[in-house]
């Protein structure tokens, strides 16, 4: 969130900020209302002054004997009165709706972000691991279909228990799925990550205080009632990212220059309707209702946040080291740049199962699996999250930062992807064994039932 001050005193900011990320808000009709509920309560100081000073002259005008003048001074009394109740309650009124509409403003992005309209125009900043990639089949099997032969993914009995986007990983993909979560977090607990296991429903004032609401209100699943009606602060929904929870842990609070920075790590599983449209790039556990992913969310005083950004791109892409899957690291340009980021970064790993027009020459294609974001004093300015730097000193909005480390559905599908084998195994990463009681390959599982699901027989 933007403060009102900054709105009011760098509109033409704002404004650019507005076009560059695609952002449609009536900004003059802000400076007007700002400005209207700055001429009330300058009003409404004059007004309290003057009833003040009037009301401190009727008991010495009563004392001197000058009734006439007592009375007119009681008069005037109460037309002040009345007319400061009349500008409270216009002032009030302005207040809220300056707060709604600035809750609708995006954040500014950080000078260095490269300017582009879209996606297009992200600039990749390096590979990893990718001209070093070792020789795979012949015909590399895409993960859906890899997983269905190998018993392990099952999509048709996720979509009849619970809708189409959901899916069952059975044997051994549900060891691997567990493995993954369990080696993340060992990983990030060497980088000084404090574990927070955070609830799964979250109120509204939560997903409004990290910048969800009331822009995507469409994208989350909503405990009751419908995504289009009225919501209240204790509203309940299921959380699309554990930086919802994990940055409002320290709503409301004022911390201390010594306890930052904070570093915290959670795992949980994510829910967003928003689902993609259908076909072969979202085909399988590429984009899905319903994932897990192991969140970093960090508090910094704001002089660090900028070096605690790129800190956070290497602890998150260690992870993709560790596994030895090639990635990339890509930069968002202004058009691509999301409502609450200053700067953001994505970590795409390599998936050569399926070629796409924008993968590389070496075919198969990237997948996002990490965003790692600096949301300045955005995020802090909604949710009142402050620190001082001495117990006497004024307190000040810190920065929060947040990268996923990382998406696990997608480093799933690399696996299946990079390490197969040309018999249809897949090679476990070494990494991993130790989690998966040293099994080093995944065979598959025979398949349960007598019949293929769907047959009318």
């Not at 952002?23 to 007007?32: F, K, P, S, Y």
């Not at 915290?264 to 979202?282: D, L, V, W």
């Not at 030895?324 to 740049?337: K, N, V």
Request: proline content about 5%; some cysteine; charged content about 35%.
């Amino acid at each position: 969130m933007l403060s009102r001050q900054f709105v009011r005193e760098n509109p033409e900011t704002v404004r650019e900020a507005l076009e560059k990320k695609g952002v449609d808000v009536d900004l003059d009709h802000i400076l007007e209302v700002d400005e209207e509920w700055r001429e009330l309560k300058a009003e409404g100081d004059d007004l309290r002054h003057e009833r003040n000073e009037v009301s401190a002259k009727i008991g010495d005008l009563k004392q001197a004997g000058e009734e006439e003048e007592a009375q007119e001074a009681i008069e005037r009394s109460q037309e002040l009165k009345e007319r400061l109740q009349e500008v409270e309650s216009r002032a009030d009124e302005l207040e809220s709706e300056l707060e709604a509409a600035l809750l609708r403003l995006p954040q500014i992005p950080d000078d260095s972000v490269p300017v582009g309209t879209d996606e297009s125009e992200n600039v990749e900043r390096r590979r990893e691991l990718y001209e070093d990639r070792h020789e795979l089949p012949d015909d590399v099997v895409p993960h859906y279909d890899l997983g269905e032969e190998l018993e392990i993914l099952d999509f048709q009995r996720g979509a009849k228990v619970s809708g189409e986007g959901f899916y069952f990983l059975k044997g051994d993909g549900a060891r691997l799925e567990h493995a993954l979560i369990q080696f993340m977090l060992d990983v990030h607990r060497e980088q000084g990550y404090q574990d927070v296991f955070p609830p799964i429903p979250v109120n509204s004032q939560s997903m409004e205080g990290t910048g969800q609401f009331p822009k995507f209100t469409e994208d989350a699943y909503r405990v009751e009632g419908r995504n289009d009606e009225e919501y209240e602060d204790d509203d309940l929904w299921l959380l699309p990212t554990a930086e919802v929870p994990v940055t409002n842990l320290h709503r409301d609070e004022i911390l201390l220059d010594e306890d930052l920075p904070l570093k915290y790590q959670a795992y949980s599983p994510n829910f967003r309707q928003e689902a993609g449209e259908h076909g072969t790039e979202t085909r399988g556990i590429v984009r899905v209702h319903q994932f897990n992913k192991v969140e970093l969310v960090n508090f910094v005083p704001p002089e660090e946040s900028y070096d605690r950004f790129e800190e956070l791109v290497g602890e998150a892409e260690s992870v993709l080291d560790r596994l030895g899957l090639p990635y990339r690291i890509l930069e968002m340009c202004t058009g691509d740049l999301g409502f609450t980021q200053a700067k953001k970064y994505d970590i795409e790993v390599w998936a050569p199962g399926d070629d796409m027009p924008e993968g590389p020459d070496a075919g198969g294609r990237w997948l996002e699996v990490s965003s790692v974001s600096n949301f300045e004093a955005f995020q802090a300015r909604r949710a009142g999250i402050q620190y001082r730097e001495e117990h006497h000193e004024a307190a000040e909005h810190l920065h929060t930062l947040n990268g996923s480390g990382v998406a696990v559905p997608r480093v799933m599908v690399a696996i299946l992807e990079y390490y197969q084998n040309e018999d249809g195994t897949v090679t476990v990463p070494e990494p991993l064994r130790p989690y998966m009681g040293g099994q080093a390959v995944i065979e598959g599982h025979e398949s349960v039932g007598e019949a293929a699901l769907g047959s009318d027989d």
